[in-house]
């Protein structure tokens, strides 16, 4: 069994996951603190869950004697592992499990926000709840003062200090001569403000993410600013305030909500516009279930839109991956299609296997008269 952190990566790796045999069971647990803090609270979301799974199992047809076996196996295995006492999700507020015996495949994924339980037994990874959570975006936080720097890492729900950026920024600054009068003080403060502009792009180039946010003064600001290397200038979101020195996790998140709501907001709005832009003949927009999937289809999407929680039934072709609303047989190759209660998710597997962008929809309605789901197109 192995435990990944939930990132574009292991999200584009699971959608493009589809063992040549055998089931794949996907298990969403919550460790939201406030419903699920105690083991007995957990133990009887584990129970339901995983008879929820049994009672899936008895209801899929046509499932050949080796893959009923093989997924009775898994559940009984899942139980097992999520009761035992190496299960410790420290620090995670939900889980993502994924078995599969026959294809060998055991991975969990620790998930930065709750979610809601649930058990899916299918030919591949179901990852819908993953693509949403990673559309929240991977966000870096620098703190700033004239003696300190701070970085946080996380989601708009979760936020963890990376300690070691504290002391590179302050080893940095340290070296050469005590400042005596003012002019040197300044002197101090401009390398200090250089120092950690630098070491956050190198953080950068270690493990990238998608969008920045600097808590800072508004006197230290511009200095920032210009200093910003332009990989980092391209994710700025803003700036905003908060007490740098003292604040816990909780409290930055507390401080920074707003300024990230208002960045999401702002990200669905140019994605949106650009659907929009791009409707009508020879654009490059589409809108609506059955034009979507067709772009989709064609790989020909750039980015993906769909409303939270949006689902919808439709049809997937299990050898060409063709997808569509209706239908007895895939247009492309003739093969009997099968019927989905959810087609999104299989949108959004390919949507991800095309690199495209998920942009779910949260804070505008546009998306309500064109059938809550559409796409920006490459070509
Ligand atoms: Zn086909």
């Given at each position: 069994m192995q435990t990944n952190e939930l990132n574009r990566d292991t999200l584009r790796r699971l959608a493009e996951l589809r063992p040549e045999r055998g089931k794949v069971v996907s298990l969403y647990m919550s460790l939201d603190p406030k419903e699920f803090a105690t083991p007995q609270a957990r133990t009887t979301q584990v129970h339901?869950?995983?008879d929820d799974g049994a009672r899936r199992v008895k209801e899929l047809d046509g499932?050949?004697?080796d893959d009923r076996k093989g997924v009775d196996a898994d559940l009984v295995e899942l139980r097992e592992f999520l009761e035992g006492d190496d299960f410790?999700?420290?620090g995670a507020h939900g889980i993502a499990a994924f078995r599969s015996s026959q294809a060998d495949l055991f991975e969990l994924i620790r998930l930065p926000r709750p979610v809601t339980p649930r058990i899916f037994i299918d030919d591949s990874p179901l990852i819908e709840p993953l693509a949403e959570m990673v559309s929240a975006g991977n966000w870096a936080l620098l703190l700033l003062s004239r003696r300190t720097a701070r970085l946080l890492r996380g989601s708009p729900s979760r936020l963890d200090e990376m300690r070691e950026f504290r002391e590179r920024v302050r080893g940095e600054s340290d070296e050469g001569s005590r400042a005596i009068d003012q002019r040197s003080v300044d002197a101090e403060v401009k390398d200090h403000v250089t120092n950690a502009a630098e070491e956050l792009h190198t953080r950068f180039r270690r493990r990238p993410f998608d969008r920045l946010l600097v808590g800072c003064s508004a006197e230290l600001w511009p200095g920032l600013e210009s200093r910003l290397h332009a990989d980092l200038a391209r994710?700025?979101?803003g700036r905003f305030d908060v007490e740098v020195e003292r604040s816990s996790p909780q409290q930055v998140l507390e401080a920074a909500a707003p300024v990230m709501e208002e960045d999401d907001r702002?990200?669905?709005?140019?994605?949106l516009d650009r659907m929009a832009a791009g409707l009508g003949a020879g654009g490059h927009g589409a809108a609506g279930l059955d034009?979507?999937?067709?772009?989709l289809t064609e790989r020909r999407v750039e980015t993906l839109l769909f409303e939270e929680g949006f689902s919808a039934p439709g049809v997937v072709c299990g050898s060409c991956g063709w997808i569509g609303t209706e239908g007895a047989s895939c247009p492309v190759d003739g093969s009997e299609?099968?019927?989905r209660d959810d087609v999104i998710e299989s949108a959004v597997e390919l949507a991800l296997e095309q690199a495209a962008e998920i942009v779910v929809v949260h804070h505008h309605?546009?998306?309500g008269t064109r059938g809550s789901i559409g796409a920006v197109l490459r070509f």
């Open positions: 339901s869950l995983l499932l050949s004697h410790v999700p420290e994710r700025l979101a702002r990200r669905e709005r140019e994605a034009e979507t999937l067709a772009m299609l099968e019927q309605d546009d998306l």
